[in-house]
């Protein structure tokens, strides 16, 4: 159940007219009242004596019984409350009582002390009713409706309970500010399939990620092609910014521009702000400051961030709440970063794990900036780096990358759990699907060319792996033994042995302290875990043309393998 109040307006009749008339934006069917505040106003939509005149100007008689310089300039108070397509569809009875609820609960009425404000419900569809109310008691008072937004919230959320209803997270106030009615109707109406706020949400997302000044940040800007107006002090200084896209115009044909803080909490100039002068906070390593230039390959800034996703586990799962919060919000830039710089084959997925995660990233709790300061440089290593191939090296490495995001938002997830943040858990729920989802699109290929490769080994090198895993992690061994990645995990155990490392203590470190439970296949993040850790290449196909290939037989048999497992265990 979503309870929304609007705007405030000036004529009650004007809304009524709107309420009981045919709809702009989907169709009015059937414009009834299933409430009012004395139950018996009249209802121009069954009574055909009665007339929308004389509803109005019973709504509006103790506003007008006010002295002109006392009365409210908005005195129409306006609140929908809407149902899920799933949920059952409520009689007009109980639509009724759900809107005598929901005035209670804002300050409209008090039905135990017989004062309150005039109000009606409204209901012309099946899933939601609407709310009119004129914001003066019968006594003059005009209503106290401090928190009126947080109160009907609230009885939302015990309604859901008591009608059955699909059961939404409570939020904390720090969400991002949901478009309005009229912005979706206007994108519906120019044939786009998000609204302009949040396009631009998260253009500004992607282009504050990594970033290293306010120059940056609006070179970044201008770049991703939105119209950028200053808010600028007569002392010179710079206090806000907004941003709009060329093609949204208002009537007059002229910009509609958002202010930053209007798009999101974390995208106002001063939080975005705080960013830059946590890199500064922290100098004890200053050759890793956002401010260096990212050097190298794809292929580098995937690993560094893989490296930095690794450790900034441990932050989430045993730092204290600021740096664990900082650590969640950095792994934002990462996301957007990374969805930025994919090939083709998981950019989607990858944006859809973004935009997800933008949620899971704010809370109540103030990030302790500074130390979250390695994620932070591996969203700018890989802004900064380019796009990816998804072919060879650096498509094996994005695949590294976001196993370690994996882990990463799952740590989140457990942290907002405990925390009670029930949107945010919520959100990186979903966000990890997206990874998961990105990441098989993304290891197919590489895993699939070492599955060949450990397939391949000699039966005494494939039992001298063996007694390595057992030795390393006895009370994973049996499970990694049954998975199609153990071929590709034994692989990469003679690897790292060849590259002149001690693959039990490799294996060993791997496992101790870090999150398994969550994975499908143990085997392939011990893949991943050591090549990173031992600094093993982290592609092996011959070739990105045979990489690239829709026939690479790698792909198909360790994917064919990977595939009958998955069934194997939805049966189990």
Not at 408 to 428: D, F, I, M, P, R
Request: net charge neutral; aromatic share 4%.
């Amino acid at each position: 159940m979503i309870p929304r109040i609007q705007k405030r307006g000036q004529r009650t009749i004007g809304l009524l007219y709107y309420l009981y008339g045919p709809g702009k934006h989907e169709e009015h069917i059937d414009p009834h009242l299933v409430a009012s505040w004395d139950h018996n106003a009249p209802d121009p939509g069954r009574d055909r004596s009665a007339t929308l005149k004389q509803l109005q100007q019973l709504l509006d008689q103790p506003v007008e019984n006010i002295d002109q310089a006392q009365r409210p300039k908005k005195h129409v108070w306006h609140l929908s409350v809407r149902n899920s397509a799933e949920d059952p569809i409520l009689a007009d009875e109980e639509w009724g009582e759900v809107a005598r609820r929901m005035v209670a609960a804002a300050g409209i009425d008090d039905p135990d002390q017989g004062a309150g404000c005039r109000w009606v419900a409204v209901r012309h569809a099946d899933d939601h009713i609407h709310v009119v109310a004129t914001l003066a008691r019968e006594d003059g008072y005009k209503p106290d409706l401090n928190h009126d937004a947080a109160h009907v919230q609230a009885q939302a959320r015990a309604l859901e309970v008591e009608l059955g209803l699909r059961r939404l997270n409570k939020g904390d106030g720090t969400a991002a500010q949901r478009p309005t009615s009229a912005e979706r109707h206007k994108a519906e109406r120019q044939g786009r399939e998000r609204t302009a706020r949040e396009e631009l949400r998260d253009t500004v997302r992607r282009a504050a990620a990594g970033t290293a000044s306010e120059e940056e940040f609006f070179e970044r800007l201008a770049a991703a092609g939105l119209l950028i107006r200053k808010r600028v002090a007569p002392s010179g200084d710079l206090l806000g910014y907004k941003v709009a896209l060329p093609n949204d115009r208002n009537k007059d044909d002229e910009p509609v521009f958002y202010p930053g803080a209007r798009l999101a909490p974390d995208v106002s100039l001063p939080r975005v702000r705080e960013r830059w002068s946590g890199d500064a906070h922290d100098q004890d390593t200053p050759q890793d400051a956002p401010g260096r230039t990212a050097l190298g390959t794809p292929a580098t800034a995937r690993r560094r961030t893989a490296a930095a996703a690794w450790d900034a586990v441990l932050f989430v799962e045993h730092g204290d709440d600021g740096l664990a919060s900082a650590h969640i919000a950095a792994s934002g830039e990462v996301l957007d970063a990374l969805a930025k710089t994919s090939a083709a084959h998981t950019r989607g997925k990858l944006h859809k794990a973004a935009i997800a995660f933008e949620r899971a990233s704010r809370s109540q709790i103030r990030a302790e900036r500074g130390h979250d300061r390695a994620l932070r440089q591996a969203a700018r290593d890989l802004v900064h780096s380019g796009p990816a191939l998804g072919l060879g090296e650096d498509g094996a490495t994005t695949a590294m990358a976001i196993d370690m995001m994996f882990f990463l938002v799952t740590a989140a997830v457990h942290w907002h759990a405990k925390k009670g943040h029930a949107q945010q858990a919520a959100a990186a729920r979903q966000t990890a699907e997206h990874l998961r989802s990105a990441y098989q699109a993304a290891a197919a290929q590489p895993l699939g060319s070492l599955y060949q490769r450990g397939r391949r080994l000699g039966r005494s090198l494939l039992q001298q792996q063996t007694a390595v895993l057992r030795e390393a992690v006895p009370e994973l061994a049996e499970q990694v033994l049954t998975e199609p990645g153990w071929y590709a995990l034994a692989a990469t155990l003679t690897d790292a042995k060849n590259a002149g490392h001690h693959p039990t203590s490799l294996l060993t470190d791997a496992t101790q302290h870090r999150e398994l439970a969550t994975a499908e296949s143990v085997s392939d993040v011990l893949v991943w875990r050591l090549r990173r850790t031992a600094d093993l290449p982290a592609a092996t196909s011959p070739t990105a043309t045979e990489a690239h290939t829709a026939q690479h037989p790698a792909h198909h048999t360790w994917q064919q393998t990977q595939d009958r497992s998955a069934a194997r265990r939805g049966r189990s």
